[in-house]
Structure formats: structure tokens, C-alpha cells
């Protein structure tokens, strides 16, 4: 067969339904693109004014937009450059013919063009979404004669001449019997206040001007006090705490982005964060999603991004394939990496004050961003039971000395209930041995990461060992019992301690007689499961502890010599039960069976 080209027809009476159905899957998107229209067309006005092409009286150029309830119309007028008959015919009925982008070629060589919105020469069709009929009642800043366009929704339209006597552009919704939901004020106030709120031209609904035309992102850093700063965060999140400090980002090249991303205060459990980061694109709002934009573990960051480079139709898979969207996505990273390396240079103290909401970024940075770890080693912070601060080189030289085991490793030892395990830390304490406190939910995966970054260290948990296990010397204390005897001893235990391992070990005698520890490894895989939310396939298992004998205590020499076999096994649950109690593990019925016991010992 020989080959045949040709070209597939579109039937625009078939496609025109699909656009105005599925083009935005938000109805209420098209006050967002009628307005960013009226924006553009005072822009370009003014645009044409600085230039001498347009010589008339500018006057009051504040947007308009009204409801009437009764006609069930919404009307958006502005006093922009307004469209003539023919302007019409060529930018409304030509679908995807944006009058925007060609407006745009055709000044890309002067000054401030980039504040058109506009670029597809789709959204005014989003109007076909609420309406049954739409009107235009435009005049042409050049004078020709006031048009009336009027359209279905289907591919005809009327054109005629109109009356009106001020340059600019009305447009007329007649509202839709199913879409009258929004005839309502609340419902308009609602939508221009989620999406027009810093356009850049005055808008004004019910008498009043909705929005600031001039937000600080617009503005050089140079210019702005903190105060200007702290009360524009107050007008993004009018029930925000005070944010801690704030990121001015101003790029150009190779993208353009501007924007402030504040940093929030945190509370340890990470709350629901409903203050996100909005994201704007040439001061309209896009969406509050930053998903792929910003990076995830940046997402808990408060504020605005603004880019005319992030197209205007988010959707995620478009987001993630683009390139500038990737660029601004590092930019970010790098930029907020420097401004905490800033703030750790020049005010080491205040940056310590603000570990514990900073901390959770910069945690969550490192686990989540391999990059992000070599940008933060230097100002990752350590705190221990003493509230002290140190960075990981410090801590490192503090502890090397005595916390090295024989394998030449490190041992950083943490807590993550100072009270519940003060019987450890006090142990430690007694070798001189010094003891982090780790006890945020990101902790688990934080210390893997930095074990997996830092050279010949290991983190132990205090109570996850007797403490010459957690930091092994290789110098074994002899233990006083012959074999026999600490064979006795297990079985004695075992009958007392369920599943859990009976662990006999030659401590010195100032130790406790009997320890229950929880092995490093297994707990940490669980937490690290716990905080990723995946499946609790071990969460709900119990897990076995080991109780540590100390088979060099006086008592446990006692426990040997105790002839009467009740009272040897009772002497074994008594130590037993103490060791759990320590551990915060005796509970229900075993401990008031232990008090009882004990009050009757008395
Ligand atoms: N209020 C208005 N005043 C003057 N011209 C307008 C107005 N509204 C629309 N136009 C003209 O109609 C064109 C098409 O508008 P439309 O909203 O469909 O596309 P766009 O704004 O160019 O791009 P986008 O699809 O990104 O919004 C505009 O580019 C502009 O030239």
C-alpha cells in the first residue's frame, strides 16, 4: 500500500464543549482569568502610556467587579485598552489566539513587559463554565467604535455596535441556572479574595478594594524593615504566630522567581499545617499545593513564591517533567540552606534558641535530601541533657576520648525520655559519659542518616544495653559466680521474665542487680516504621527485651544462698518487677500486686 499523509480535521463544534468542560476542573476559575484579563488590559494600557502610544487621560483605573442578583449577571469592567469590533473577531473568536502573547512579541525588547498574565489565549473561554450567555461591551483606546459581542456557548456569536462612553471592557455573565451559586456576594468576595488578592491593579467588589496591589515580594529587600515584613506575614495568615525569621528570594536568571518563605515557629508534634506556601504566578494566585515545587521538606515553610516561569494550569506530572520547575526546587533548597548557615554565623545563640523549630527543617532536610546534609553539616545541632548545644564536630571532640569502644567507633549516646530512662542516664553519668536527648518524631530517621554520614559512629539509646555494653572497652569485669551458679540464676529469672532474654553479665557492683533494655536495633527499625506511616506489620508485636543480671550484686549472691525455694522465687520476682519499674514497664494488676508485696515486707 503506498503511503498516504494527510491532516486530522477537528470539528470545532465538538471540541468547543470539551474546553469549556475540562479546560479547568475548578468553576470557579473564571472570575481568576476574567479578572487577570482586566489586569492585563490596564497593564498594557499604562504600558502604552509610558511609551507615548497612548496620550489620553489614564483617570481611575480601578477593576470593577459586580453582581446583580435580580438580572443574574456578574459583571467585570475595566478601563483597560479596551477590544474594537475587529480586535473582537481576532482575539476572542480565534480560540487559543492569545492577544496576550502577541502583545507580548511584539514589546519583548522593552521594559516591565513581563507583567502580562496571559498566554494561551484560553482562559476567557473559562467564562462558558458559569454562564449561558456571554457579553463584551467593549471601546478601544484608539478610539473606533464601542462593540457588543454576545455568545452561547455554542460556535456562533452576534457582533454589533454598542453604546458606551468609557474606554474599556465590560464583560457580562449571564449566570447559568446550575452555576448560581455564585449570584452570591460571599461566594464572589470568597473567590477574589483567594486569587486576587495581590493583583496588581486596584479591585474593588461591594465598594471596597480587595486586594494590595503592591505585596512585598514586589519589592527590593532594601527597601522593607522587619516590621514591614512581620505585618505582611500577619496579612497572608491573620492568625499565624510571629514566624521566627524570613527568606527574600529574588532571582532573574535563569528563571525568574521572587517571593518570601517565612520560617514558622513548630510545636514538637508536627500540628497540621494549614498555613501553606501560595504560590503566585505575576501576582495571581495559582494554588496553595506546593507539592514538586518546593521541596518537601521545605513544604512546612510559611509564605509566597511567585513565577511567571511555573505555568499557570498546574498539574503535578507537568509540574514534575519541568525544568524550571526542578531549577526553582534547588534554588529554594540552596537559598535556605545559606540563610540558616548566615544566621548560625552571626548569632550562634539565637540560632540555638530556634534549634528546636529549625531543627525539624534541617532534620527533615537531611533525611529526606541527600544534598541538603553537605549544605547543613557545619550547623546541624546536638543538644544534650544539660540543654547544651554543640555541632557534630564538637560533640565528636567532647566525647571521642572516653566514649570510643574497641572497635574504634564513636558512641553517641542518646535519650528519648529524659525521665522515664534517668536511671540509665544516671549510670552513664557515672562513667562520665555524656547523653544526647533525641526525642522529636523525625529522631529515628535522623540518627540513621547521620550514621550513615558520620565516619566510625554509632547513636545507642541509653537503655538499650547495660552501659558497658553500649560503649564495649573489651575490659570484662570477672564475674564472682562459677558457672553453676549463673546457670541457676537464668533459670531463676526465666520463670519469672515471659519472652524475654535472660542476659547475664559481670558488671561492677554498684550497678543495679537487674536491667531491662531494649535492643538499639530492633526499636529503632520500629520507630523509623512508625514515623513513615507504613503498615504497622511490627508496630502491634511486642517486642522481647533483654533483663540484664547483674550477676555481681550482692543480691543476686543473696538470691543464691536463699534456701527455702519460695522465698528465692519471691526475691526474684522482687527484682525483677524493680527492674521493669525502673523502666516505667510495670503496670496493671503486676503493680499492685508489687505494692501490695512490699507494703506487706515492710
Ligand atoms: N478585558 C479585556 N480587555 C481587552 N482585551 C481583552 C480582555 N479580555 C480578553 N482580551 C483579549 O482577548 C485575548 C484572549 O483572552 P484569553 O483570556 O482567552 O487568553 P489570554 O489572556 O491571552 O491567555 P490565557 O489563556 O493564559 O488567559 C487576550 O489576549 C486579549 O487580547
Known sequence: MVAEKGTISINTENIFPIIKKFLYSDHEIFLRELVSNAVDATQKLKKLASMG????????????????????????????????????????????????????EKYKDTPDTNQIIGQFGLGFYSAFMVS?????????????????????????????????????????LHVAA???????????????????????????????????????????????????????????????????????LNVDYPFNLTGVLYFPKIKKDFQLNRDKVQLYSRQVFITDDVKDVVPEFLQMLHGVIDSPDIPLNVSRSYLQADGNVKKINSHITKKVADKLQEIFRNDRTGFEEKWESVGVFVKYGIVSDDKFYDRAKEFILLKNVESKHFTLDEYREKVQA????????????????????????????????????????????FINAL???????????VDSDSIDKLIDKGLNLESVLSDDEKKKVEELFKEVAGANTIQLESLPADEVPVTIVQPEFMRRWKDMQRISGQGDMF???????????NSNHSLIAKLLKTEDADAQKA????????????????TGADLTKFVERTVAAL
Open 53 to 104: 502610544e497612548f496620550n489620553g487621560e489614564l483617570g481611575d483605573l480601578t477593576i470593577k467587579v459586580s453582581v446583580d442578583k435580580e438580572a443574574k449577571t456578574i459583571t467585570i469592567s475595566d478601563k483597560g485598552i479596551g477590544m474594537s469590533a475587529d480586535d473582537i473577531k481576532k482575539y476572542i473568536n480565534q480560540i487559543a489566539f492569545s492577544g496576550a502573547k502577541e502583545f507580548l
Open 132 to 172: 449561558e450567555n456571554v457579553e463584551i461591551i467593549s471601546k478601544s483606546f484608539r478610539d473606533d467604535a464601542p462593540a457588543r459581542w454576545i455568545c452561547d456557548g455554542s460556535t456562533e456569536f452576534e457582533i454589533t455596535e454598542a453604546e458606551k462612553a468609557e474606554r474599556g471592557t465590560d464583560i457580562i
Open 178 to 248: 446550575d452555576s448560581e451559586e455564585f449570584l452570591d456576594n460571599f461566594r464572589i468576595s470568597g473567590i477574589l479574595e483567594k486569587y486576587a488578592k495581590f493583583l496588581p491593579v486596584e479591585i474593588e467588589f461591594d465598594g471596597k478594594v480587595i486586594n494590595n496591589p503592591n505585596p512585598i515580594w514586589t519589592k527590593s529587600p532594601s527597601e522593607l524593615t522587619d516590621e514591614d515584613y512581620k505585618a505582611f506575614y500577619k496579612e497572608l495568615y491573620p492568625f499565624g504566630e510571629e514566624p521566627l525569621f524570613w527568606i527574600h
Open 402 to 445: 572516653i566514649q570510643t569502644n574497641k572497635d574504634e567507633s564513636v558512641v553517641f549516646l542518646y535519650a528519648n525520655d529524659v525521665n522515664q530512662q534517668d536511671a540509665f542516664i544516671a549510670s552513664a553519668k557515672k562513667r562520665e559519659y555524656d547523653v544526647l536527648v533525641m526525642d522529636s518524631p523525625l529522631d529515628a530517621h
Open 451 to 461: 550514621e550513615s554520614k558520620l565516619e566510625k559512629t554509632t547513636f545507642k539509646r
Open 539 to 549: 508496630g502491634s508485636m511486642p517486642m522481647p527485651n533483654n533483663v540484664v543480671v
Open 571 to 586: 526475691l526474684t520476682k522482687q527484682l525483677y518487677d524493680l527492674g521493669l519499674l525502673a523502666q516505667g514497664m510495670l
